[in-house]
């Protein structure tokens, strides 16, 4: 019974503590915010998790559509659950709707990137003349 308890605390600490994770608001933060990290980190470690409760799921569905249609990301997986969370105004747990999405690199990320990088590099110098 001990293994088994330790494992699940296993599980649930390295679950939480996802180095490519991101938990979408949608308040916080613009959208491409998310889009910006999201690119930064698939460089880092060729996928990310776009995650969010409530209302911020529109948030990633968008985040992870723009990726998509750039040719930058492909969907690995999709996930949808519901969570308590505990309402202080009502003192009784509520339901969200919560939605994890975790998307790859495309074969051409490296190379899409790069040009975008040279776009920006180019668009700096002429305004700089």
Not at 14 to 24: A, E, L, T, Y
Not at 70 to 78: D, P, Q, R, S, Y
Request: proline letters at 2%; zero cysteines.
């Amino acid at each position: 019974m001990e293994e088994i308890v330790e494992g699940v605390n296993n599980i649930n600490l390295s679950d939480s503590h996802k180095k490519n994770r991101i938990q979408v608001s949608n308040t916080k933060k613009p959208l491409f915010f998310y889009v910006n990290l999201a690119k930064r980190y698939m460089q880092q470690h060729n996928e990310v998790e776009l995650s969010a409760l409530g209302m911020a799921i529109a948030t990633v569905v968008t985040v992870a559509e723009i990726l998509k249609n750039n040719g930058l990301a492909v969907e690995k997986k999709i996930m949808t659950s519901t969570v308590d969370i505990k309402d202080d105004s009502r003192g009784r747990p509520v339901q969200k709707a919560k939605i994890e999405i975790v998307l790859g690199k495309t074969a051409n990320f490296d190379e899409l990137m790069a040009a975008a990088a040279e776009e920006r590099e180019a668009a700096e110098a002429q305004e700089q003349s």
